[in-house]
């Protein structure tokens, strides 16, 4: 079940964050970002769903994409602290999306070589996908922290609240290192270098500072999540739950 | 925060051989915002290939108010459509 297991945590990663991003919808600060942000969650609930539908057919229990995404409770979801983290403000909305798509871009690039044929197919949809998050996010990120005082203030205060989480990415859990192993999934900590070599640049530039981190953050793999994620999932799987079955 | 953007107009070329046609507007702090907007508001359906972004203070337009001296003239000039002109049999298919 180790598969299973991998494949479910990139699930997780992508219904989660997506998810969060799909709060915006309705809220946006302009008419622009209202139809950018929708479209950045739309990408990551498509790779979700065919990560899903994978693991329920690695799984072989007869559990279908909705059962896993809808109903599991808060333990047995698997994502990355960092992709649960409320949207905060604007700002930490783009830098949680910098912080993701730029750890997933060389991920799914060096996952186009995988063994697993879902995973290759999955990958080359995804790796342009991020490849665009990275620009967007990035070019807020930029103007947000070259920007005003304001902005800026908000911009590193967001730096603050977040980079604790990053280190999380680069963790392998039991079940993704025998993924690993076997050639189906990259080794997380290879993207180390990339990741590094992105922030670093959009940070040059937005005049932020990274901060040196006493205490990273983890155990979303494990199962253990800030109280955040129980009320993203009270009101993501309130459909599902009030209704079975329900389809649209 | 639209107050501090300036508005852009934005041109999506359909399919490659075919021009850039104008097809809206936006709001966008500089031109890099722009064309992401622009990619994100206006090319949702796989409606283009390659998109161009243009101050839409930068673009002069003609007056309304003289649509009737500006227009108006050309449209006794049938001669300038090919349709005014008989083609001789000879000519054959064109």
């Given amino acids: 079940m180790a598969l299973f297991d991998a494949v479910l945590e990139l699930a997780d990663d992508h219904l989660i964050l997506g998810h969060r991003v799909s709060e915006w919808c309705g809220h946006a600060p302009m008419l622009e970002e209202d139809l950018a942000m929708p479209n950045m969650a739309l990408d990551m609930i498509g790779t979700a769903r065919t990560l899903y539908e994978h693991a329920a057919r690695l799984e072989g229990k007869g559990r279908s994409e909705d059962d896993l995404a809808y109903l599991r409770v808060e333990r047995e979801y698997r994502n990355l602290l960092l992709c649960e983290r409320p949207n905060g403000d604007f700002a930490q909305t783009m830098l ?141 799987q309130y459909l599902q739950r009030a209704y079975p079955g329900a389809q649209w | 925060m639209v107050e501090a953007t300036s508005l852009w107009e934005v041109f999506i070329r359909p399919r490659n051989g075919l021009s850039h046609k104008h097809v809206g507007s936006l709001h966008a702090a500089d031109e890099v915002l722009a064309l992401q907007a622009a990619r994100d508001v206006y090319t949702r359906r796989g409606e283009g290939v390659s998109i161009w972004v243009v101050p839409s203070a930068a673009i002069t337009a003609s007056d309304p108010d003289q649509a009737d001296e500006n227009f108006d003239p050309t449209a006794e000039k049938i001669y300038r459509h090919p349709t005014f002109y008989d083609i001789p049999d000879d000519v054959g298919h064109m």
């Fill in chain 1, 96 to 236: 949680r999306q910098l912080y993701f798509a730029a750890f997933m871009e060389p991920y799914w690039k060096a996952a186009l070589e995988s063994s697993d044929e879902v995973i290759r197919g999955v990958a080359g949809k995804a790796v342009k996908e991020m490849a665009y998050h990275i620009r967007h996010a990035g070019e807020w990120v930029i103007r947000l922290g070259d920007g005003t005082s304001e902005s800026a203030a908000k911009m590193q205060a967001a730096v603050q609240e977040l980079h604790r989480y990053t280190d999380e990415l680069f963790e392998e859990s039991p079940a993704s290192a025998e993924a690993v192993e076997k050639g189906i999934l990259p080794a997380r900590a290879d993207m180390r270098g990339e990741w590094q070599r992105v922030i670093d640049m959009v940070f040059r530039e937005a005049l932020l500072e990274q901060p040196e981190i006493g205490f990273p953050q983890t155990g979303g793999r494990g199962g253990l999540h800030g109280e955040c994620l129980g009320h993203l999932l009270a009101e993501m």
